[in-house]
């Protein structure tokens, strides 16, 4: 299929856009008018740059409020489209959309719209153009694809046929079935969350690509193939937040969500995303001096020092199924990932069935595997780039039971202490304004994820958004979140780290209040929770007074969901950078706490320095 995207869906000049479009991949673009207007050059300079760049200029939109008009707007838009048509052959394109009329004045009459458009495609097709017709799921009176189907099959002109826009078919629940046989001139797909606003102001500021919101777009285009369309598949995407970042980035995004989409949908073959088995590690850049001050942390939290690399400056610590190494070997990927950000995680490692698969998977959605540097001896680990630049390992478990520190590590042989914990419960990232969105689709296109709800938690000082990314299994838990202000524990944590990052560590355990023991007799600093906290979960959740005074002392916040219980604690952050946070879940909990993240944030607000 012809992959192509609307110039409006990117950032920059029209020649940027062109640019970034070709460099990533698409065949062709749809040019929207407004980036014309706003060009210096002329259509004909367009038409130039797009044949140099190998893309096809495959639309020229949008035709307003064309149909039923009445006199003498209706001859005045005749003439008016002979000038688009004329800008048109300056491009090089030969399909003009023309979107279901809006105007106050447009009359209800499907007779006199056909009409409309019989003549308008004689006009174009004497010059070798076709017109195709959409229904904007708030036109004034045509708002249904199947509607404007009725007025094209009046019209039955061969230089005029439908174009269909899932956006436009999905937002409203109409029902994408039933699509006509070789009369669909063009397909534009956008994804949406489901918000409960007016569609126009949805469609203009909130659409994204598919796969990165909540539509059933795959079956949309499926629909659309059944139908036996075989032209252009084109992105049409309308989001602030998109206008507003870099154009290669949102082309990449976008060219992958297509493929993503085209897979779904049954046109092409990707290998399945891999069965995930849980964090197998986390790997912290250090330097000496940090490396011994995080790993005297991690003691006080029931590590265990349990190796040292075979030929780098590499340490492991233990406990149950958690292993962290702490990387402080000079000129690596790690140490400049320490130059950069300081302290914090600059890898994380999946358990997999299938790492060969999983990186065919994540290849054939343009995340090729990474090289990192390998020592003599040492075992070579399939590696990712997240989009933040993190490394995500993926390690299958050998047949023979050895393990990837069997390999690379001198293991001691001293007894470990009882483990406090016995896995990774989840790992929370702290994103860049505006970025949601691209690290929702990279976890759910390459590693099949699926978004959990999103939360907006107050924060004293601004609004955090949080959405949970979940393996099929849950057995990994990434939750993204995304502050406007800098002023909030995820803003603040992005300007002290430098970028995007790991901000917490949640670990998970069977006996909360054992491990929190354990924990602050050995050193560990947990964080202090307000009393008046416990005042209103008591109240709030029904809880006996000797289990609210059992918490209160070991500063445990709690939650319910329909299923079970949450209890979780969090420790003192390390350097203002990251935390850990021990967790229990009971009886099948499948939430986060986020209704507690408010009142953790004010916690960790109160620590800080004064602004
Ligand atoms: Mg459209
Ligand atoms: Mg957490």
Sequence with gaps: MLKSIATVSLSGTLPEKLEAAAAIGFDGVEIFENDLLTFEGSPEDIKGLANSLGLTITCFQPFRDFEAMPEPRRTRNLDRAERKFDVMQALGTNLLLVCSNVHAAAIDDDERAAAD????????????????????AWGRHVNRWRHAWKIVQTAN??????????????????????????????????????????????????????????????????????????????????????????????????????LLVEAEAGATELPPPPIFDGVEFLEFAVDDEQGRRLGETLRGLGFHYAGRHRSKSVDLFRQGRVNLILNSEPDSAASEHFQFHGTSVCAMALRVDDATQAIERATGLLCPEWHER?????????????????????????????????????????????????????????????????????????????????????????????????????SVRLPLNVSESRETATGRFLTTYAGAGVHHIALATDDIVHALEQASARGAR????????????????????????????????????????????????????????????????????????AVRMAAQAQQRPSR
Excluded at 117 to 136: K, P
Aim: hydrophobic share 40%; no cysteine; net charge negative.
């Design 117 to 136: 458009f019989f003549a308008l495609a004689e006009r174009a097709q004497r010059r070798g153009l076709r017109i195709g017709y959409e229904a904007l």
């Design 157 to 258: 002109h061969p230089a005029l046929g439908l174009i269909v826009d899932s956006f436009h078919t999905l937002a409203v629940n109409d029902d994408p079935t039933g699509f006509p046989t070789d009369k669909i001139f063009f397909v534009q797909l956008a994804d949406a969350s489901r918000l409960s606003m007016d569609v126009l102001s949805w469609s203009r500021h909130f659409r994204n690509f598919p796969g990165q919101g909540q539509l059933p777009v795959a079956a949309f285009l499926k629909e659309v193939l059944k139908a036996g369309y075989n032209g252009p598949i084109s992105l049409e995407i309308f989001n602030d937040e998109f206008r507003a970042a870099p154009a290669r980035l949102m082309a990449r995004d976008g060219l992958r969500s297509l």
């Design 374 to 474: 390998i020592g003599e001896g040492e075992r070579n680990i399939p590696a990712v780039r997240a989009p933040d630049g993190t490394l995500v390992y993926l390690v299958q478990p050998a047949p023979t039971g050895r393990t990837i520190y069997d390999d690379d590590f001198i293991l001691f042989p001293d007894e470990a202490p009882p483990s406090l914990v016995s896995s990774v419960d989840h790992v929370a990232q702290a994103l860049p304004t505006g970025r949601m969105d691209n690290f929702v689709l990279f976890y759910h296109a390459v590693f099949g994820f699926s978004p959990d709800q999103l939360w907006e938690i107050p924060d004293p000082y601004g609004l955090v958004r949080s959405r949970t990314m979940v393996s099929t299994d849950r």
């Design 526 to 597: 947990v964080l202090g929770i307000p009393a008046n906290y416990y005042e209103d979960i008591g109240a709030k959740w029904g809880l006996p007074d000797d289990r609210i005074e059992s918490l209160r002392q070991h500063n445990l916040l709690y939650d319910q969901d329909e299923s079970g219980e949450f209890l979780h604690a969090y420790t003192d952050t390390f350097d203002g950078r990251f935390f850990f946070e021990f967790v229990q879940r009971i009886s099948g909990y499948q939430q986060y706490g986020a209704t507690n993240a």
